[in-house]
């Protein structure tokens, strides 16, 4: 029996569809059709039992050798389904940064990102939320969403925590007050140490207009926990010296997590280079150095292993 625990204890929001997972591996995932209002949670677990079993076929038609599927030693029954994170990515395309390891924000036929609130309601009034589900604000940029602020409030007088992913370009008022309340995280790509570095990565000269945000945002924070930092490593931004001084601005705002990552495409095609398995390595050492918490995000143990040689190899 092969299994996901995905499949049972997460729920993705996407532009026309429910997922249990954010396809980080590029494979075909089960997919629901969803166009917002009420989730019908009866056929959403249909849907997820008929999953479970197709995955046993021996050519399934989803998730066929994904690196998360686990042997178990018994059968799985799907009674009912209490998700533990939601992960709102319903308005992937909608983005007001142009990165360039990334094609979601180019223009496109996307449909216009439907009412989040009501489909969040409709799952805690059937009871298909424990009571410590965080919601994970993805996209795009979810701080461009009408009904970003009315959501997140109403999530917060629910008692759901709350990790908001935005690119700080455009500042939040109410990110400022749910990380003031506590109810709340964010999590900052910045993938560069300086206003050069960032036009290049990014596609635009917003880099002070960034970092007036994430001061407010340090400033608004209980604690500096509760922002991370993020560099996503590739080949336009793996130079020594730019990571080093990402660093430095990250020891200006007093920041105490950074998150490393590397280029999905690169990753899921086996090109990660030698000079990012380099500047990873050089990362996660000026990491402990500095005494920061440090979170690998969308590392494999194939990539680990090159890091930790790496280490080994410079760093001793």
């Excluded at 009674?79 to 939601?86: D, I, T």
Aim: with cysteine; hydrophobic share 40%; proline share 4%.
């Amino acid at each position: 029996m092969l299994f996901c625990s995905k499949l049972v204890r997460e729920l993705v929001f996407e532009e026309r569809a429910l997922q249990p997972c954010c396809n980080t591996h590029s494979i075909a995932v089960p997919s629901f059709p969803f166009a917002g209002g009420s989730v019908d949670m009866e056929a959403y677990t249909r849907h997820i039992a008929a999953t479970a079993q197709e995955i046993q076929r021996q050519n399934p038609q989803v998730c066929a050798g994904c690196p998360d599927l686990v042997p178990l030693s018994h059968s799985v029954c799907v009674p009912e389904l209490r998700f533990a994170v939601l992960s709102l990515n319903h308005h992937r395309h909608i983005c007001n940064c142009r990165c360039v390891y990334c094609d979601l924000w180019k223009p496109g036929q996307h449909p216009r990102p439907f009412a989040i609130l009501p489909a969040i309601q409709s799952l805690h009034d059937q009871g298909a939320l424990e009571k410590n589900c965080v919601v994970s604000w993805g996209g795009g940029e979810s701080t461009l969403l009408q009904d970003f602020e009315t959501t997140g409030r109403w999530l917060w007088d629910h008692g759901y925590f709350q990790y908001v992913h935005t690119n700080a370009l455009r500042h939040s008022a109410w990110i400022d007050q749910l990380l003031a309340s506590g109810g709340g995280r964010i999590n900052i790509s910045l993938d560069s140490g300086n206003a050069a570095a960032y036009a290049r990565v990014k596609g635009g000269d917003w880099w002070d207009d960034v970092m007036a945000s994430i001061k407010k945002y340090f400033a608004a924070a209980i604690t500096p926990e509760q922002i991370d930092i993020k560099y996503i490593i590739f080949e336009a931004n793996n130079k020594i010296a730019d990571v080093e001084q990402f660093f430095q601005v990250c020891r200006g705002f007093g920041a105490k997590k950074i998150q490393l990552s590397f280029n999905f495409l690169e990753v899921n095609t086996g090109s990660v280079s030698e000079h990012s398995i380099a500047a990873a390595a050089y990362f996660m050492h000026r990491a402990q150095e500095l005494e920061l918490d440090c979170e690998l995000f969308f590392v494999d143990e194939t990539l680990r292993v090159r890091i930790d040689a790496a280490r080994n190899n410079f760093f001793a």
